[in-house]
């Protein structure tokens, strides 16, 4: 029989990367006891390892609120919530500041403007110095003094009486059973892809927070919004389970472009030249036969979106946030960084460095959010039926004589759910297809999976947090009936205003997922009375860039 380890703590907090930490820290400041847990290790898991440009607006450095908001507004194609575009650029200086008393050091480098592909951007990112934020960020959370559990799985929470209470999880090296007791959880478990094998540092990340809220009745958005980073033939593949590739995201933008990532001169298959763009410009030219790219040597090699499929755009995807201190829908639960859904930049990420700014800002306001209310809070009185419920399910697929390995499984949704034509060129029959057959996967294969130890027990609980993230893209994106952002229905080629002027809610009720549509304020549409041509900034084959 597993041992059981029982920890009470006020405030935990799930995922250790920006957010994760400063969830913890500024909770700690407040004077509560905080626990803060990864299945991986702290600040070196997830993709803030990987991150280095950081968003910092401050007046004081000539930038002007209202320029950066008007570019946010219409690269995120309005939709993206206006309050939250506000905060996390305000907030954003007094984050760097924090980062910079911790140790952590700053190149200001200005975001370079696109010749011919895109208007002129005002915003600018800051680039941490060789990537040193993640082992500070740790040291921080030590010197506070907060209780670090690294590589625990935690795989649900625990709801009672309509709030939360506790979390459950085991280690990913033995069969030990961990009972979270908590006053407060703060959700920073990153978002997740489908386990890809390409070049970005996902592969540790299934939507595990996402999956956890959405079991438990919370609202979850942003799903149909597509991740466009590209990779090619001759990139260093970051194969599931394996030390993933340190090179900084984005680096590209500005200047330096390090091996395997795009450069030189780009061609169709019809011959003509390409014009690098940050959208799914590589998968359009994908459909046409495949995107010839000769490198510096003249060597053709082949590019395309994907390195990252599962994922959405950061900041779009994840927990819908009732107010700014980024509580759920549910009292106790609070979320930050790619667990929760600001749509800081709407439906296209337009803002280098944005994701990192907005972790530590969301990061700092669910921390805080939660010590506040652990201290108006008693101790919770769990209920044991539930608990034993709860640990038969977790342990259940190592009780199996038989089943499904989730390696099959696993690999079964990839086949499915990463080919461009399902995520990215999206069609109405395509995506009802696929969904048909990742809900025999959800009913049939998931119920028996089955593990011989703790890294495979690891394994099936991702493989059924990937499956249920494939079901909500997939139900968003047929949900969504036109084009947005890095939302491509090739049935639907337009933008649908203002009928679409709206999130997707998806939401667990009686057993199945309802899709929810949320307009957004009236006052933060475009202006109606100009042509769709001059509203927006076109990022579609066949449509010119015109504003």
């Given at each position: 029989m597993p041992l059981e380890k029982v920890v009470e703590t006020d405030v935990l907090v799930i995922g250790g990367g920006m957010a994760g930490c400063f969830a913890a820290i500024k909770a700690k400041n407040k004077g509560v006891k905080v626990t803060l847990v990864d299945k991986g290790y702290v600040s070196k898991s997830g993709q803030t390892p990987f991150a280095g440009g950081f968003l910092v607006f401050n007046p004081e450095w000539g930038h002007d609120l209202d320029s950066w908001m008007n570019q946010i507004n219409n690269f995120g194609e309005y939709i993206n919530n206006r309050e939250w575009t506000k905060t996390i650029l305000e907030d954003s200086y007094s984050r760097y500041k924090d980062l910079i008393s911790w140790g952590v050091e700053f190149l200001k480098i200005e975001m370079p403007q696109s010749k011919s592909s895109y208007p002129k951007r005002v915003t600018e990112a800051l680039c941490i110095k060789e990537n040193m934020h993640a082992g500070i960020l740790r040291n921080q959370a030590v010197k506070s003094g907060i209780e670090i559990l690294d590589r625990i799985m935690i795989t649900d929470l625990i709801e009672q009486d309509r709030k939360i209470v506790g979390a459950i999880g085991f280690p990913t090296d033995n069969l030990d059973f961990y009972l979270f007791k908590t006053k407060a959880i703060c959700l920073c478990a990153g978002s997740g892809g489908?386990?890809?094998h390409g070049a970005w540092p996902i592969a540790n990340l299934t939507s595990d927070g996402h999956a956890m809220a959405y079991r438990v009745g919370v609202e979850i958005t942003g799903k149909e919004f597509e991740d466009y980073h590209g990779h090619s033939s001759n990139s260093r593949l970051q194969l599931p389970g394996s030390k993933s590739p340190q090179i900084p995201p984005r680096i590209g933008l500005w200047g330096e472009v390090p091996p395997g990532h795009m450069k030189g001169q780009l061609f169709n298959s019809e011959g003509k030249e390409i014009i690098i763009r940050e959208?799914?410009?590589?998968?359009?030219e994908a459909?046409?036969?495949?995107?010839?790219f000769r490198d510096e040597k003249g060597n053709e090699i082949r590019s395309v979106n994907g390195a990252a499929p599962g994922l959405a755009?950061?900041?779009a995807e994840g927990i819908l946030p009732t107010n700014l201190d980024c509580v759920s829908s549910i009292p106790g639960l609070y979320a930050a960084g790619d667990n929760l859904a600001t749509m800081f930049v709407g439906a296209f990420y337009s803002v280098g460095?944005?994701?990192l700014a907005n972790a530590s800002v969301?990061?700092?306001?669910?921390?805080i959010a939660a010590a506040k209310y652990a201290i108006q809070t008693e101790k919770p009185k769990l209920d044991e039926n539930k608990l034993i419920e709860m640990k038969k399910t977790l342990f259940r697929p190592i009780e199996r004589k038989g089943g499904f390995t989730p390696k099959w499984v696993t690999q079964l949704l990839q086949n499915l759910m990463i080919p461009y034509f399902i995520m990215y060129i999206k069609n109405g029959k395509r995506l009802q297809a696929t969904l048909t057959l990742v809900e025999f996967i959800r009913d049939h294969l998931v119920p028996k999976l089955t593990a011989r130890d703790s890294h495979e027990l690891r394994l099936t609980h991702e493989t059924k947090n990937m499956i249920l993230n494939a079901e909500m893209k997939l139900r968003a994106s047929l949900f969504r009936t036109e084009s947005r952002g890095t939302?491509?229905?090739e049935d639907y080629p337009r933008r649908a205003d203002p009928n679409w002027l709206a999130w997707?809610?998806?939401?667990?009720?009686?057993?199945?997922m309802k899709t929810i549509k949320k307009p957004i304020p009236k006052e933060w549409w475009p202006d109606l009375t100009k042509t769709y041509e001059k509203r927006y900034f076109s990022r579609f084959p066949g449509e010119k860039w015109k504003r």
């Open positions: 489908f386990k890809p959208d799914l410009t590589p998968a359009f459909n046409e036969g495949y995107w010839p755009i950061h900041t460095g944005g994701a969301t990061g700092t306001r669910a921390g939302h491509y229905r997707i809610l998806l939401k667990q009720e009686n057993g199945k």
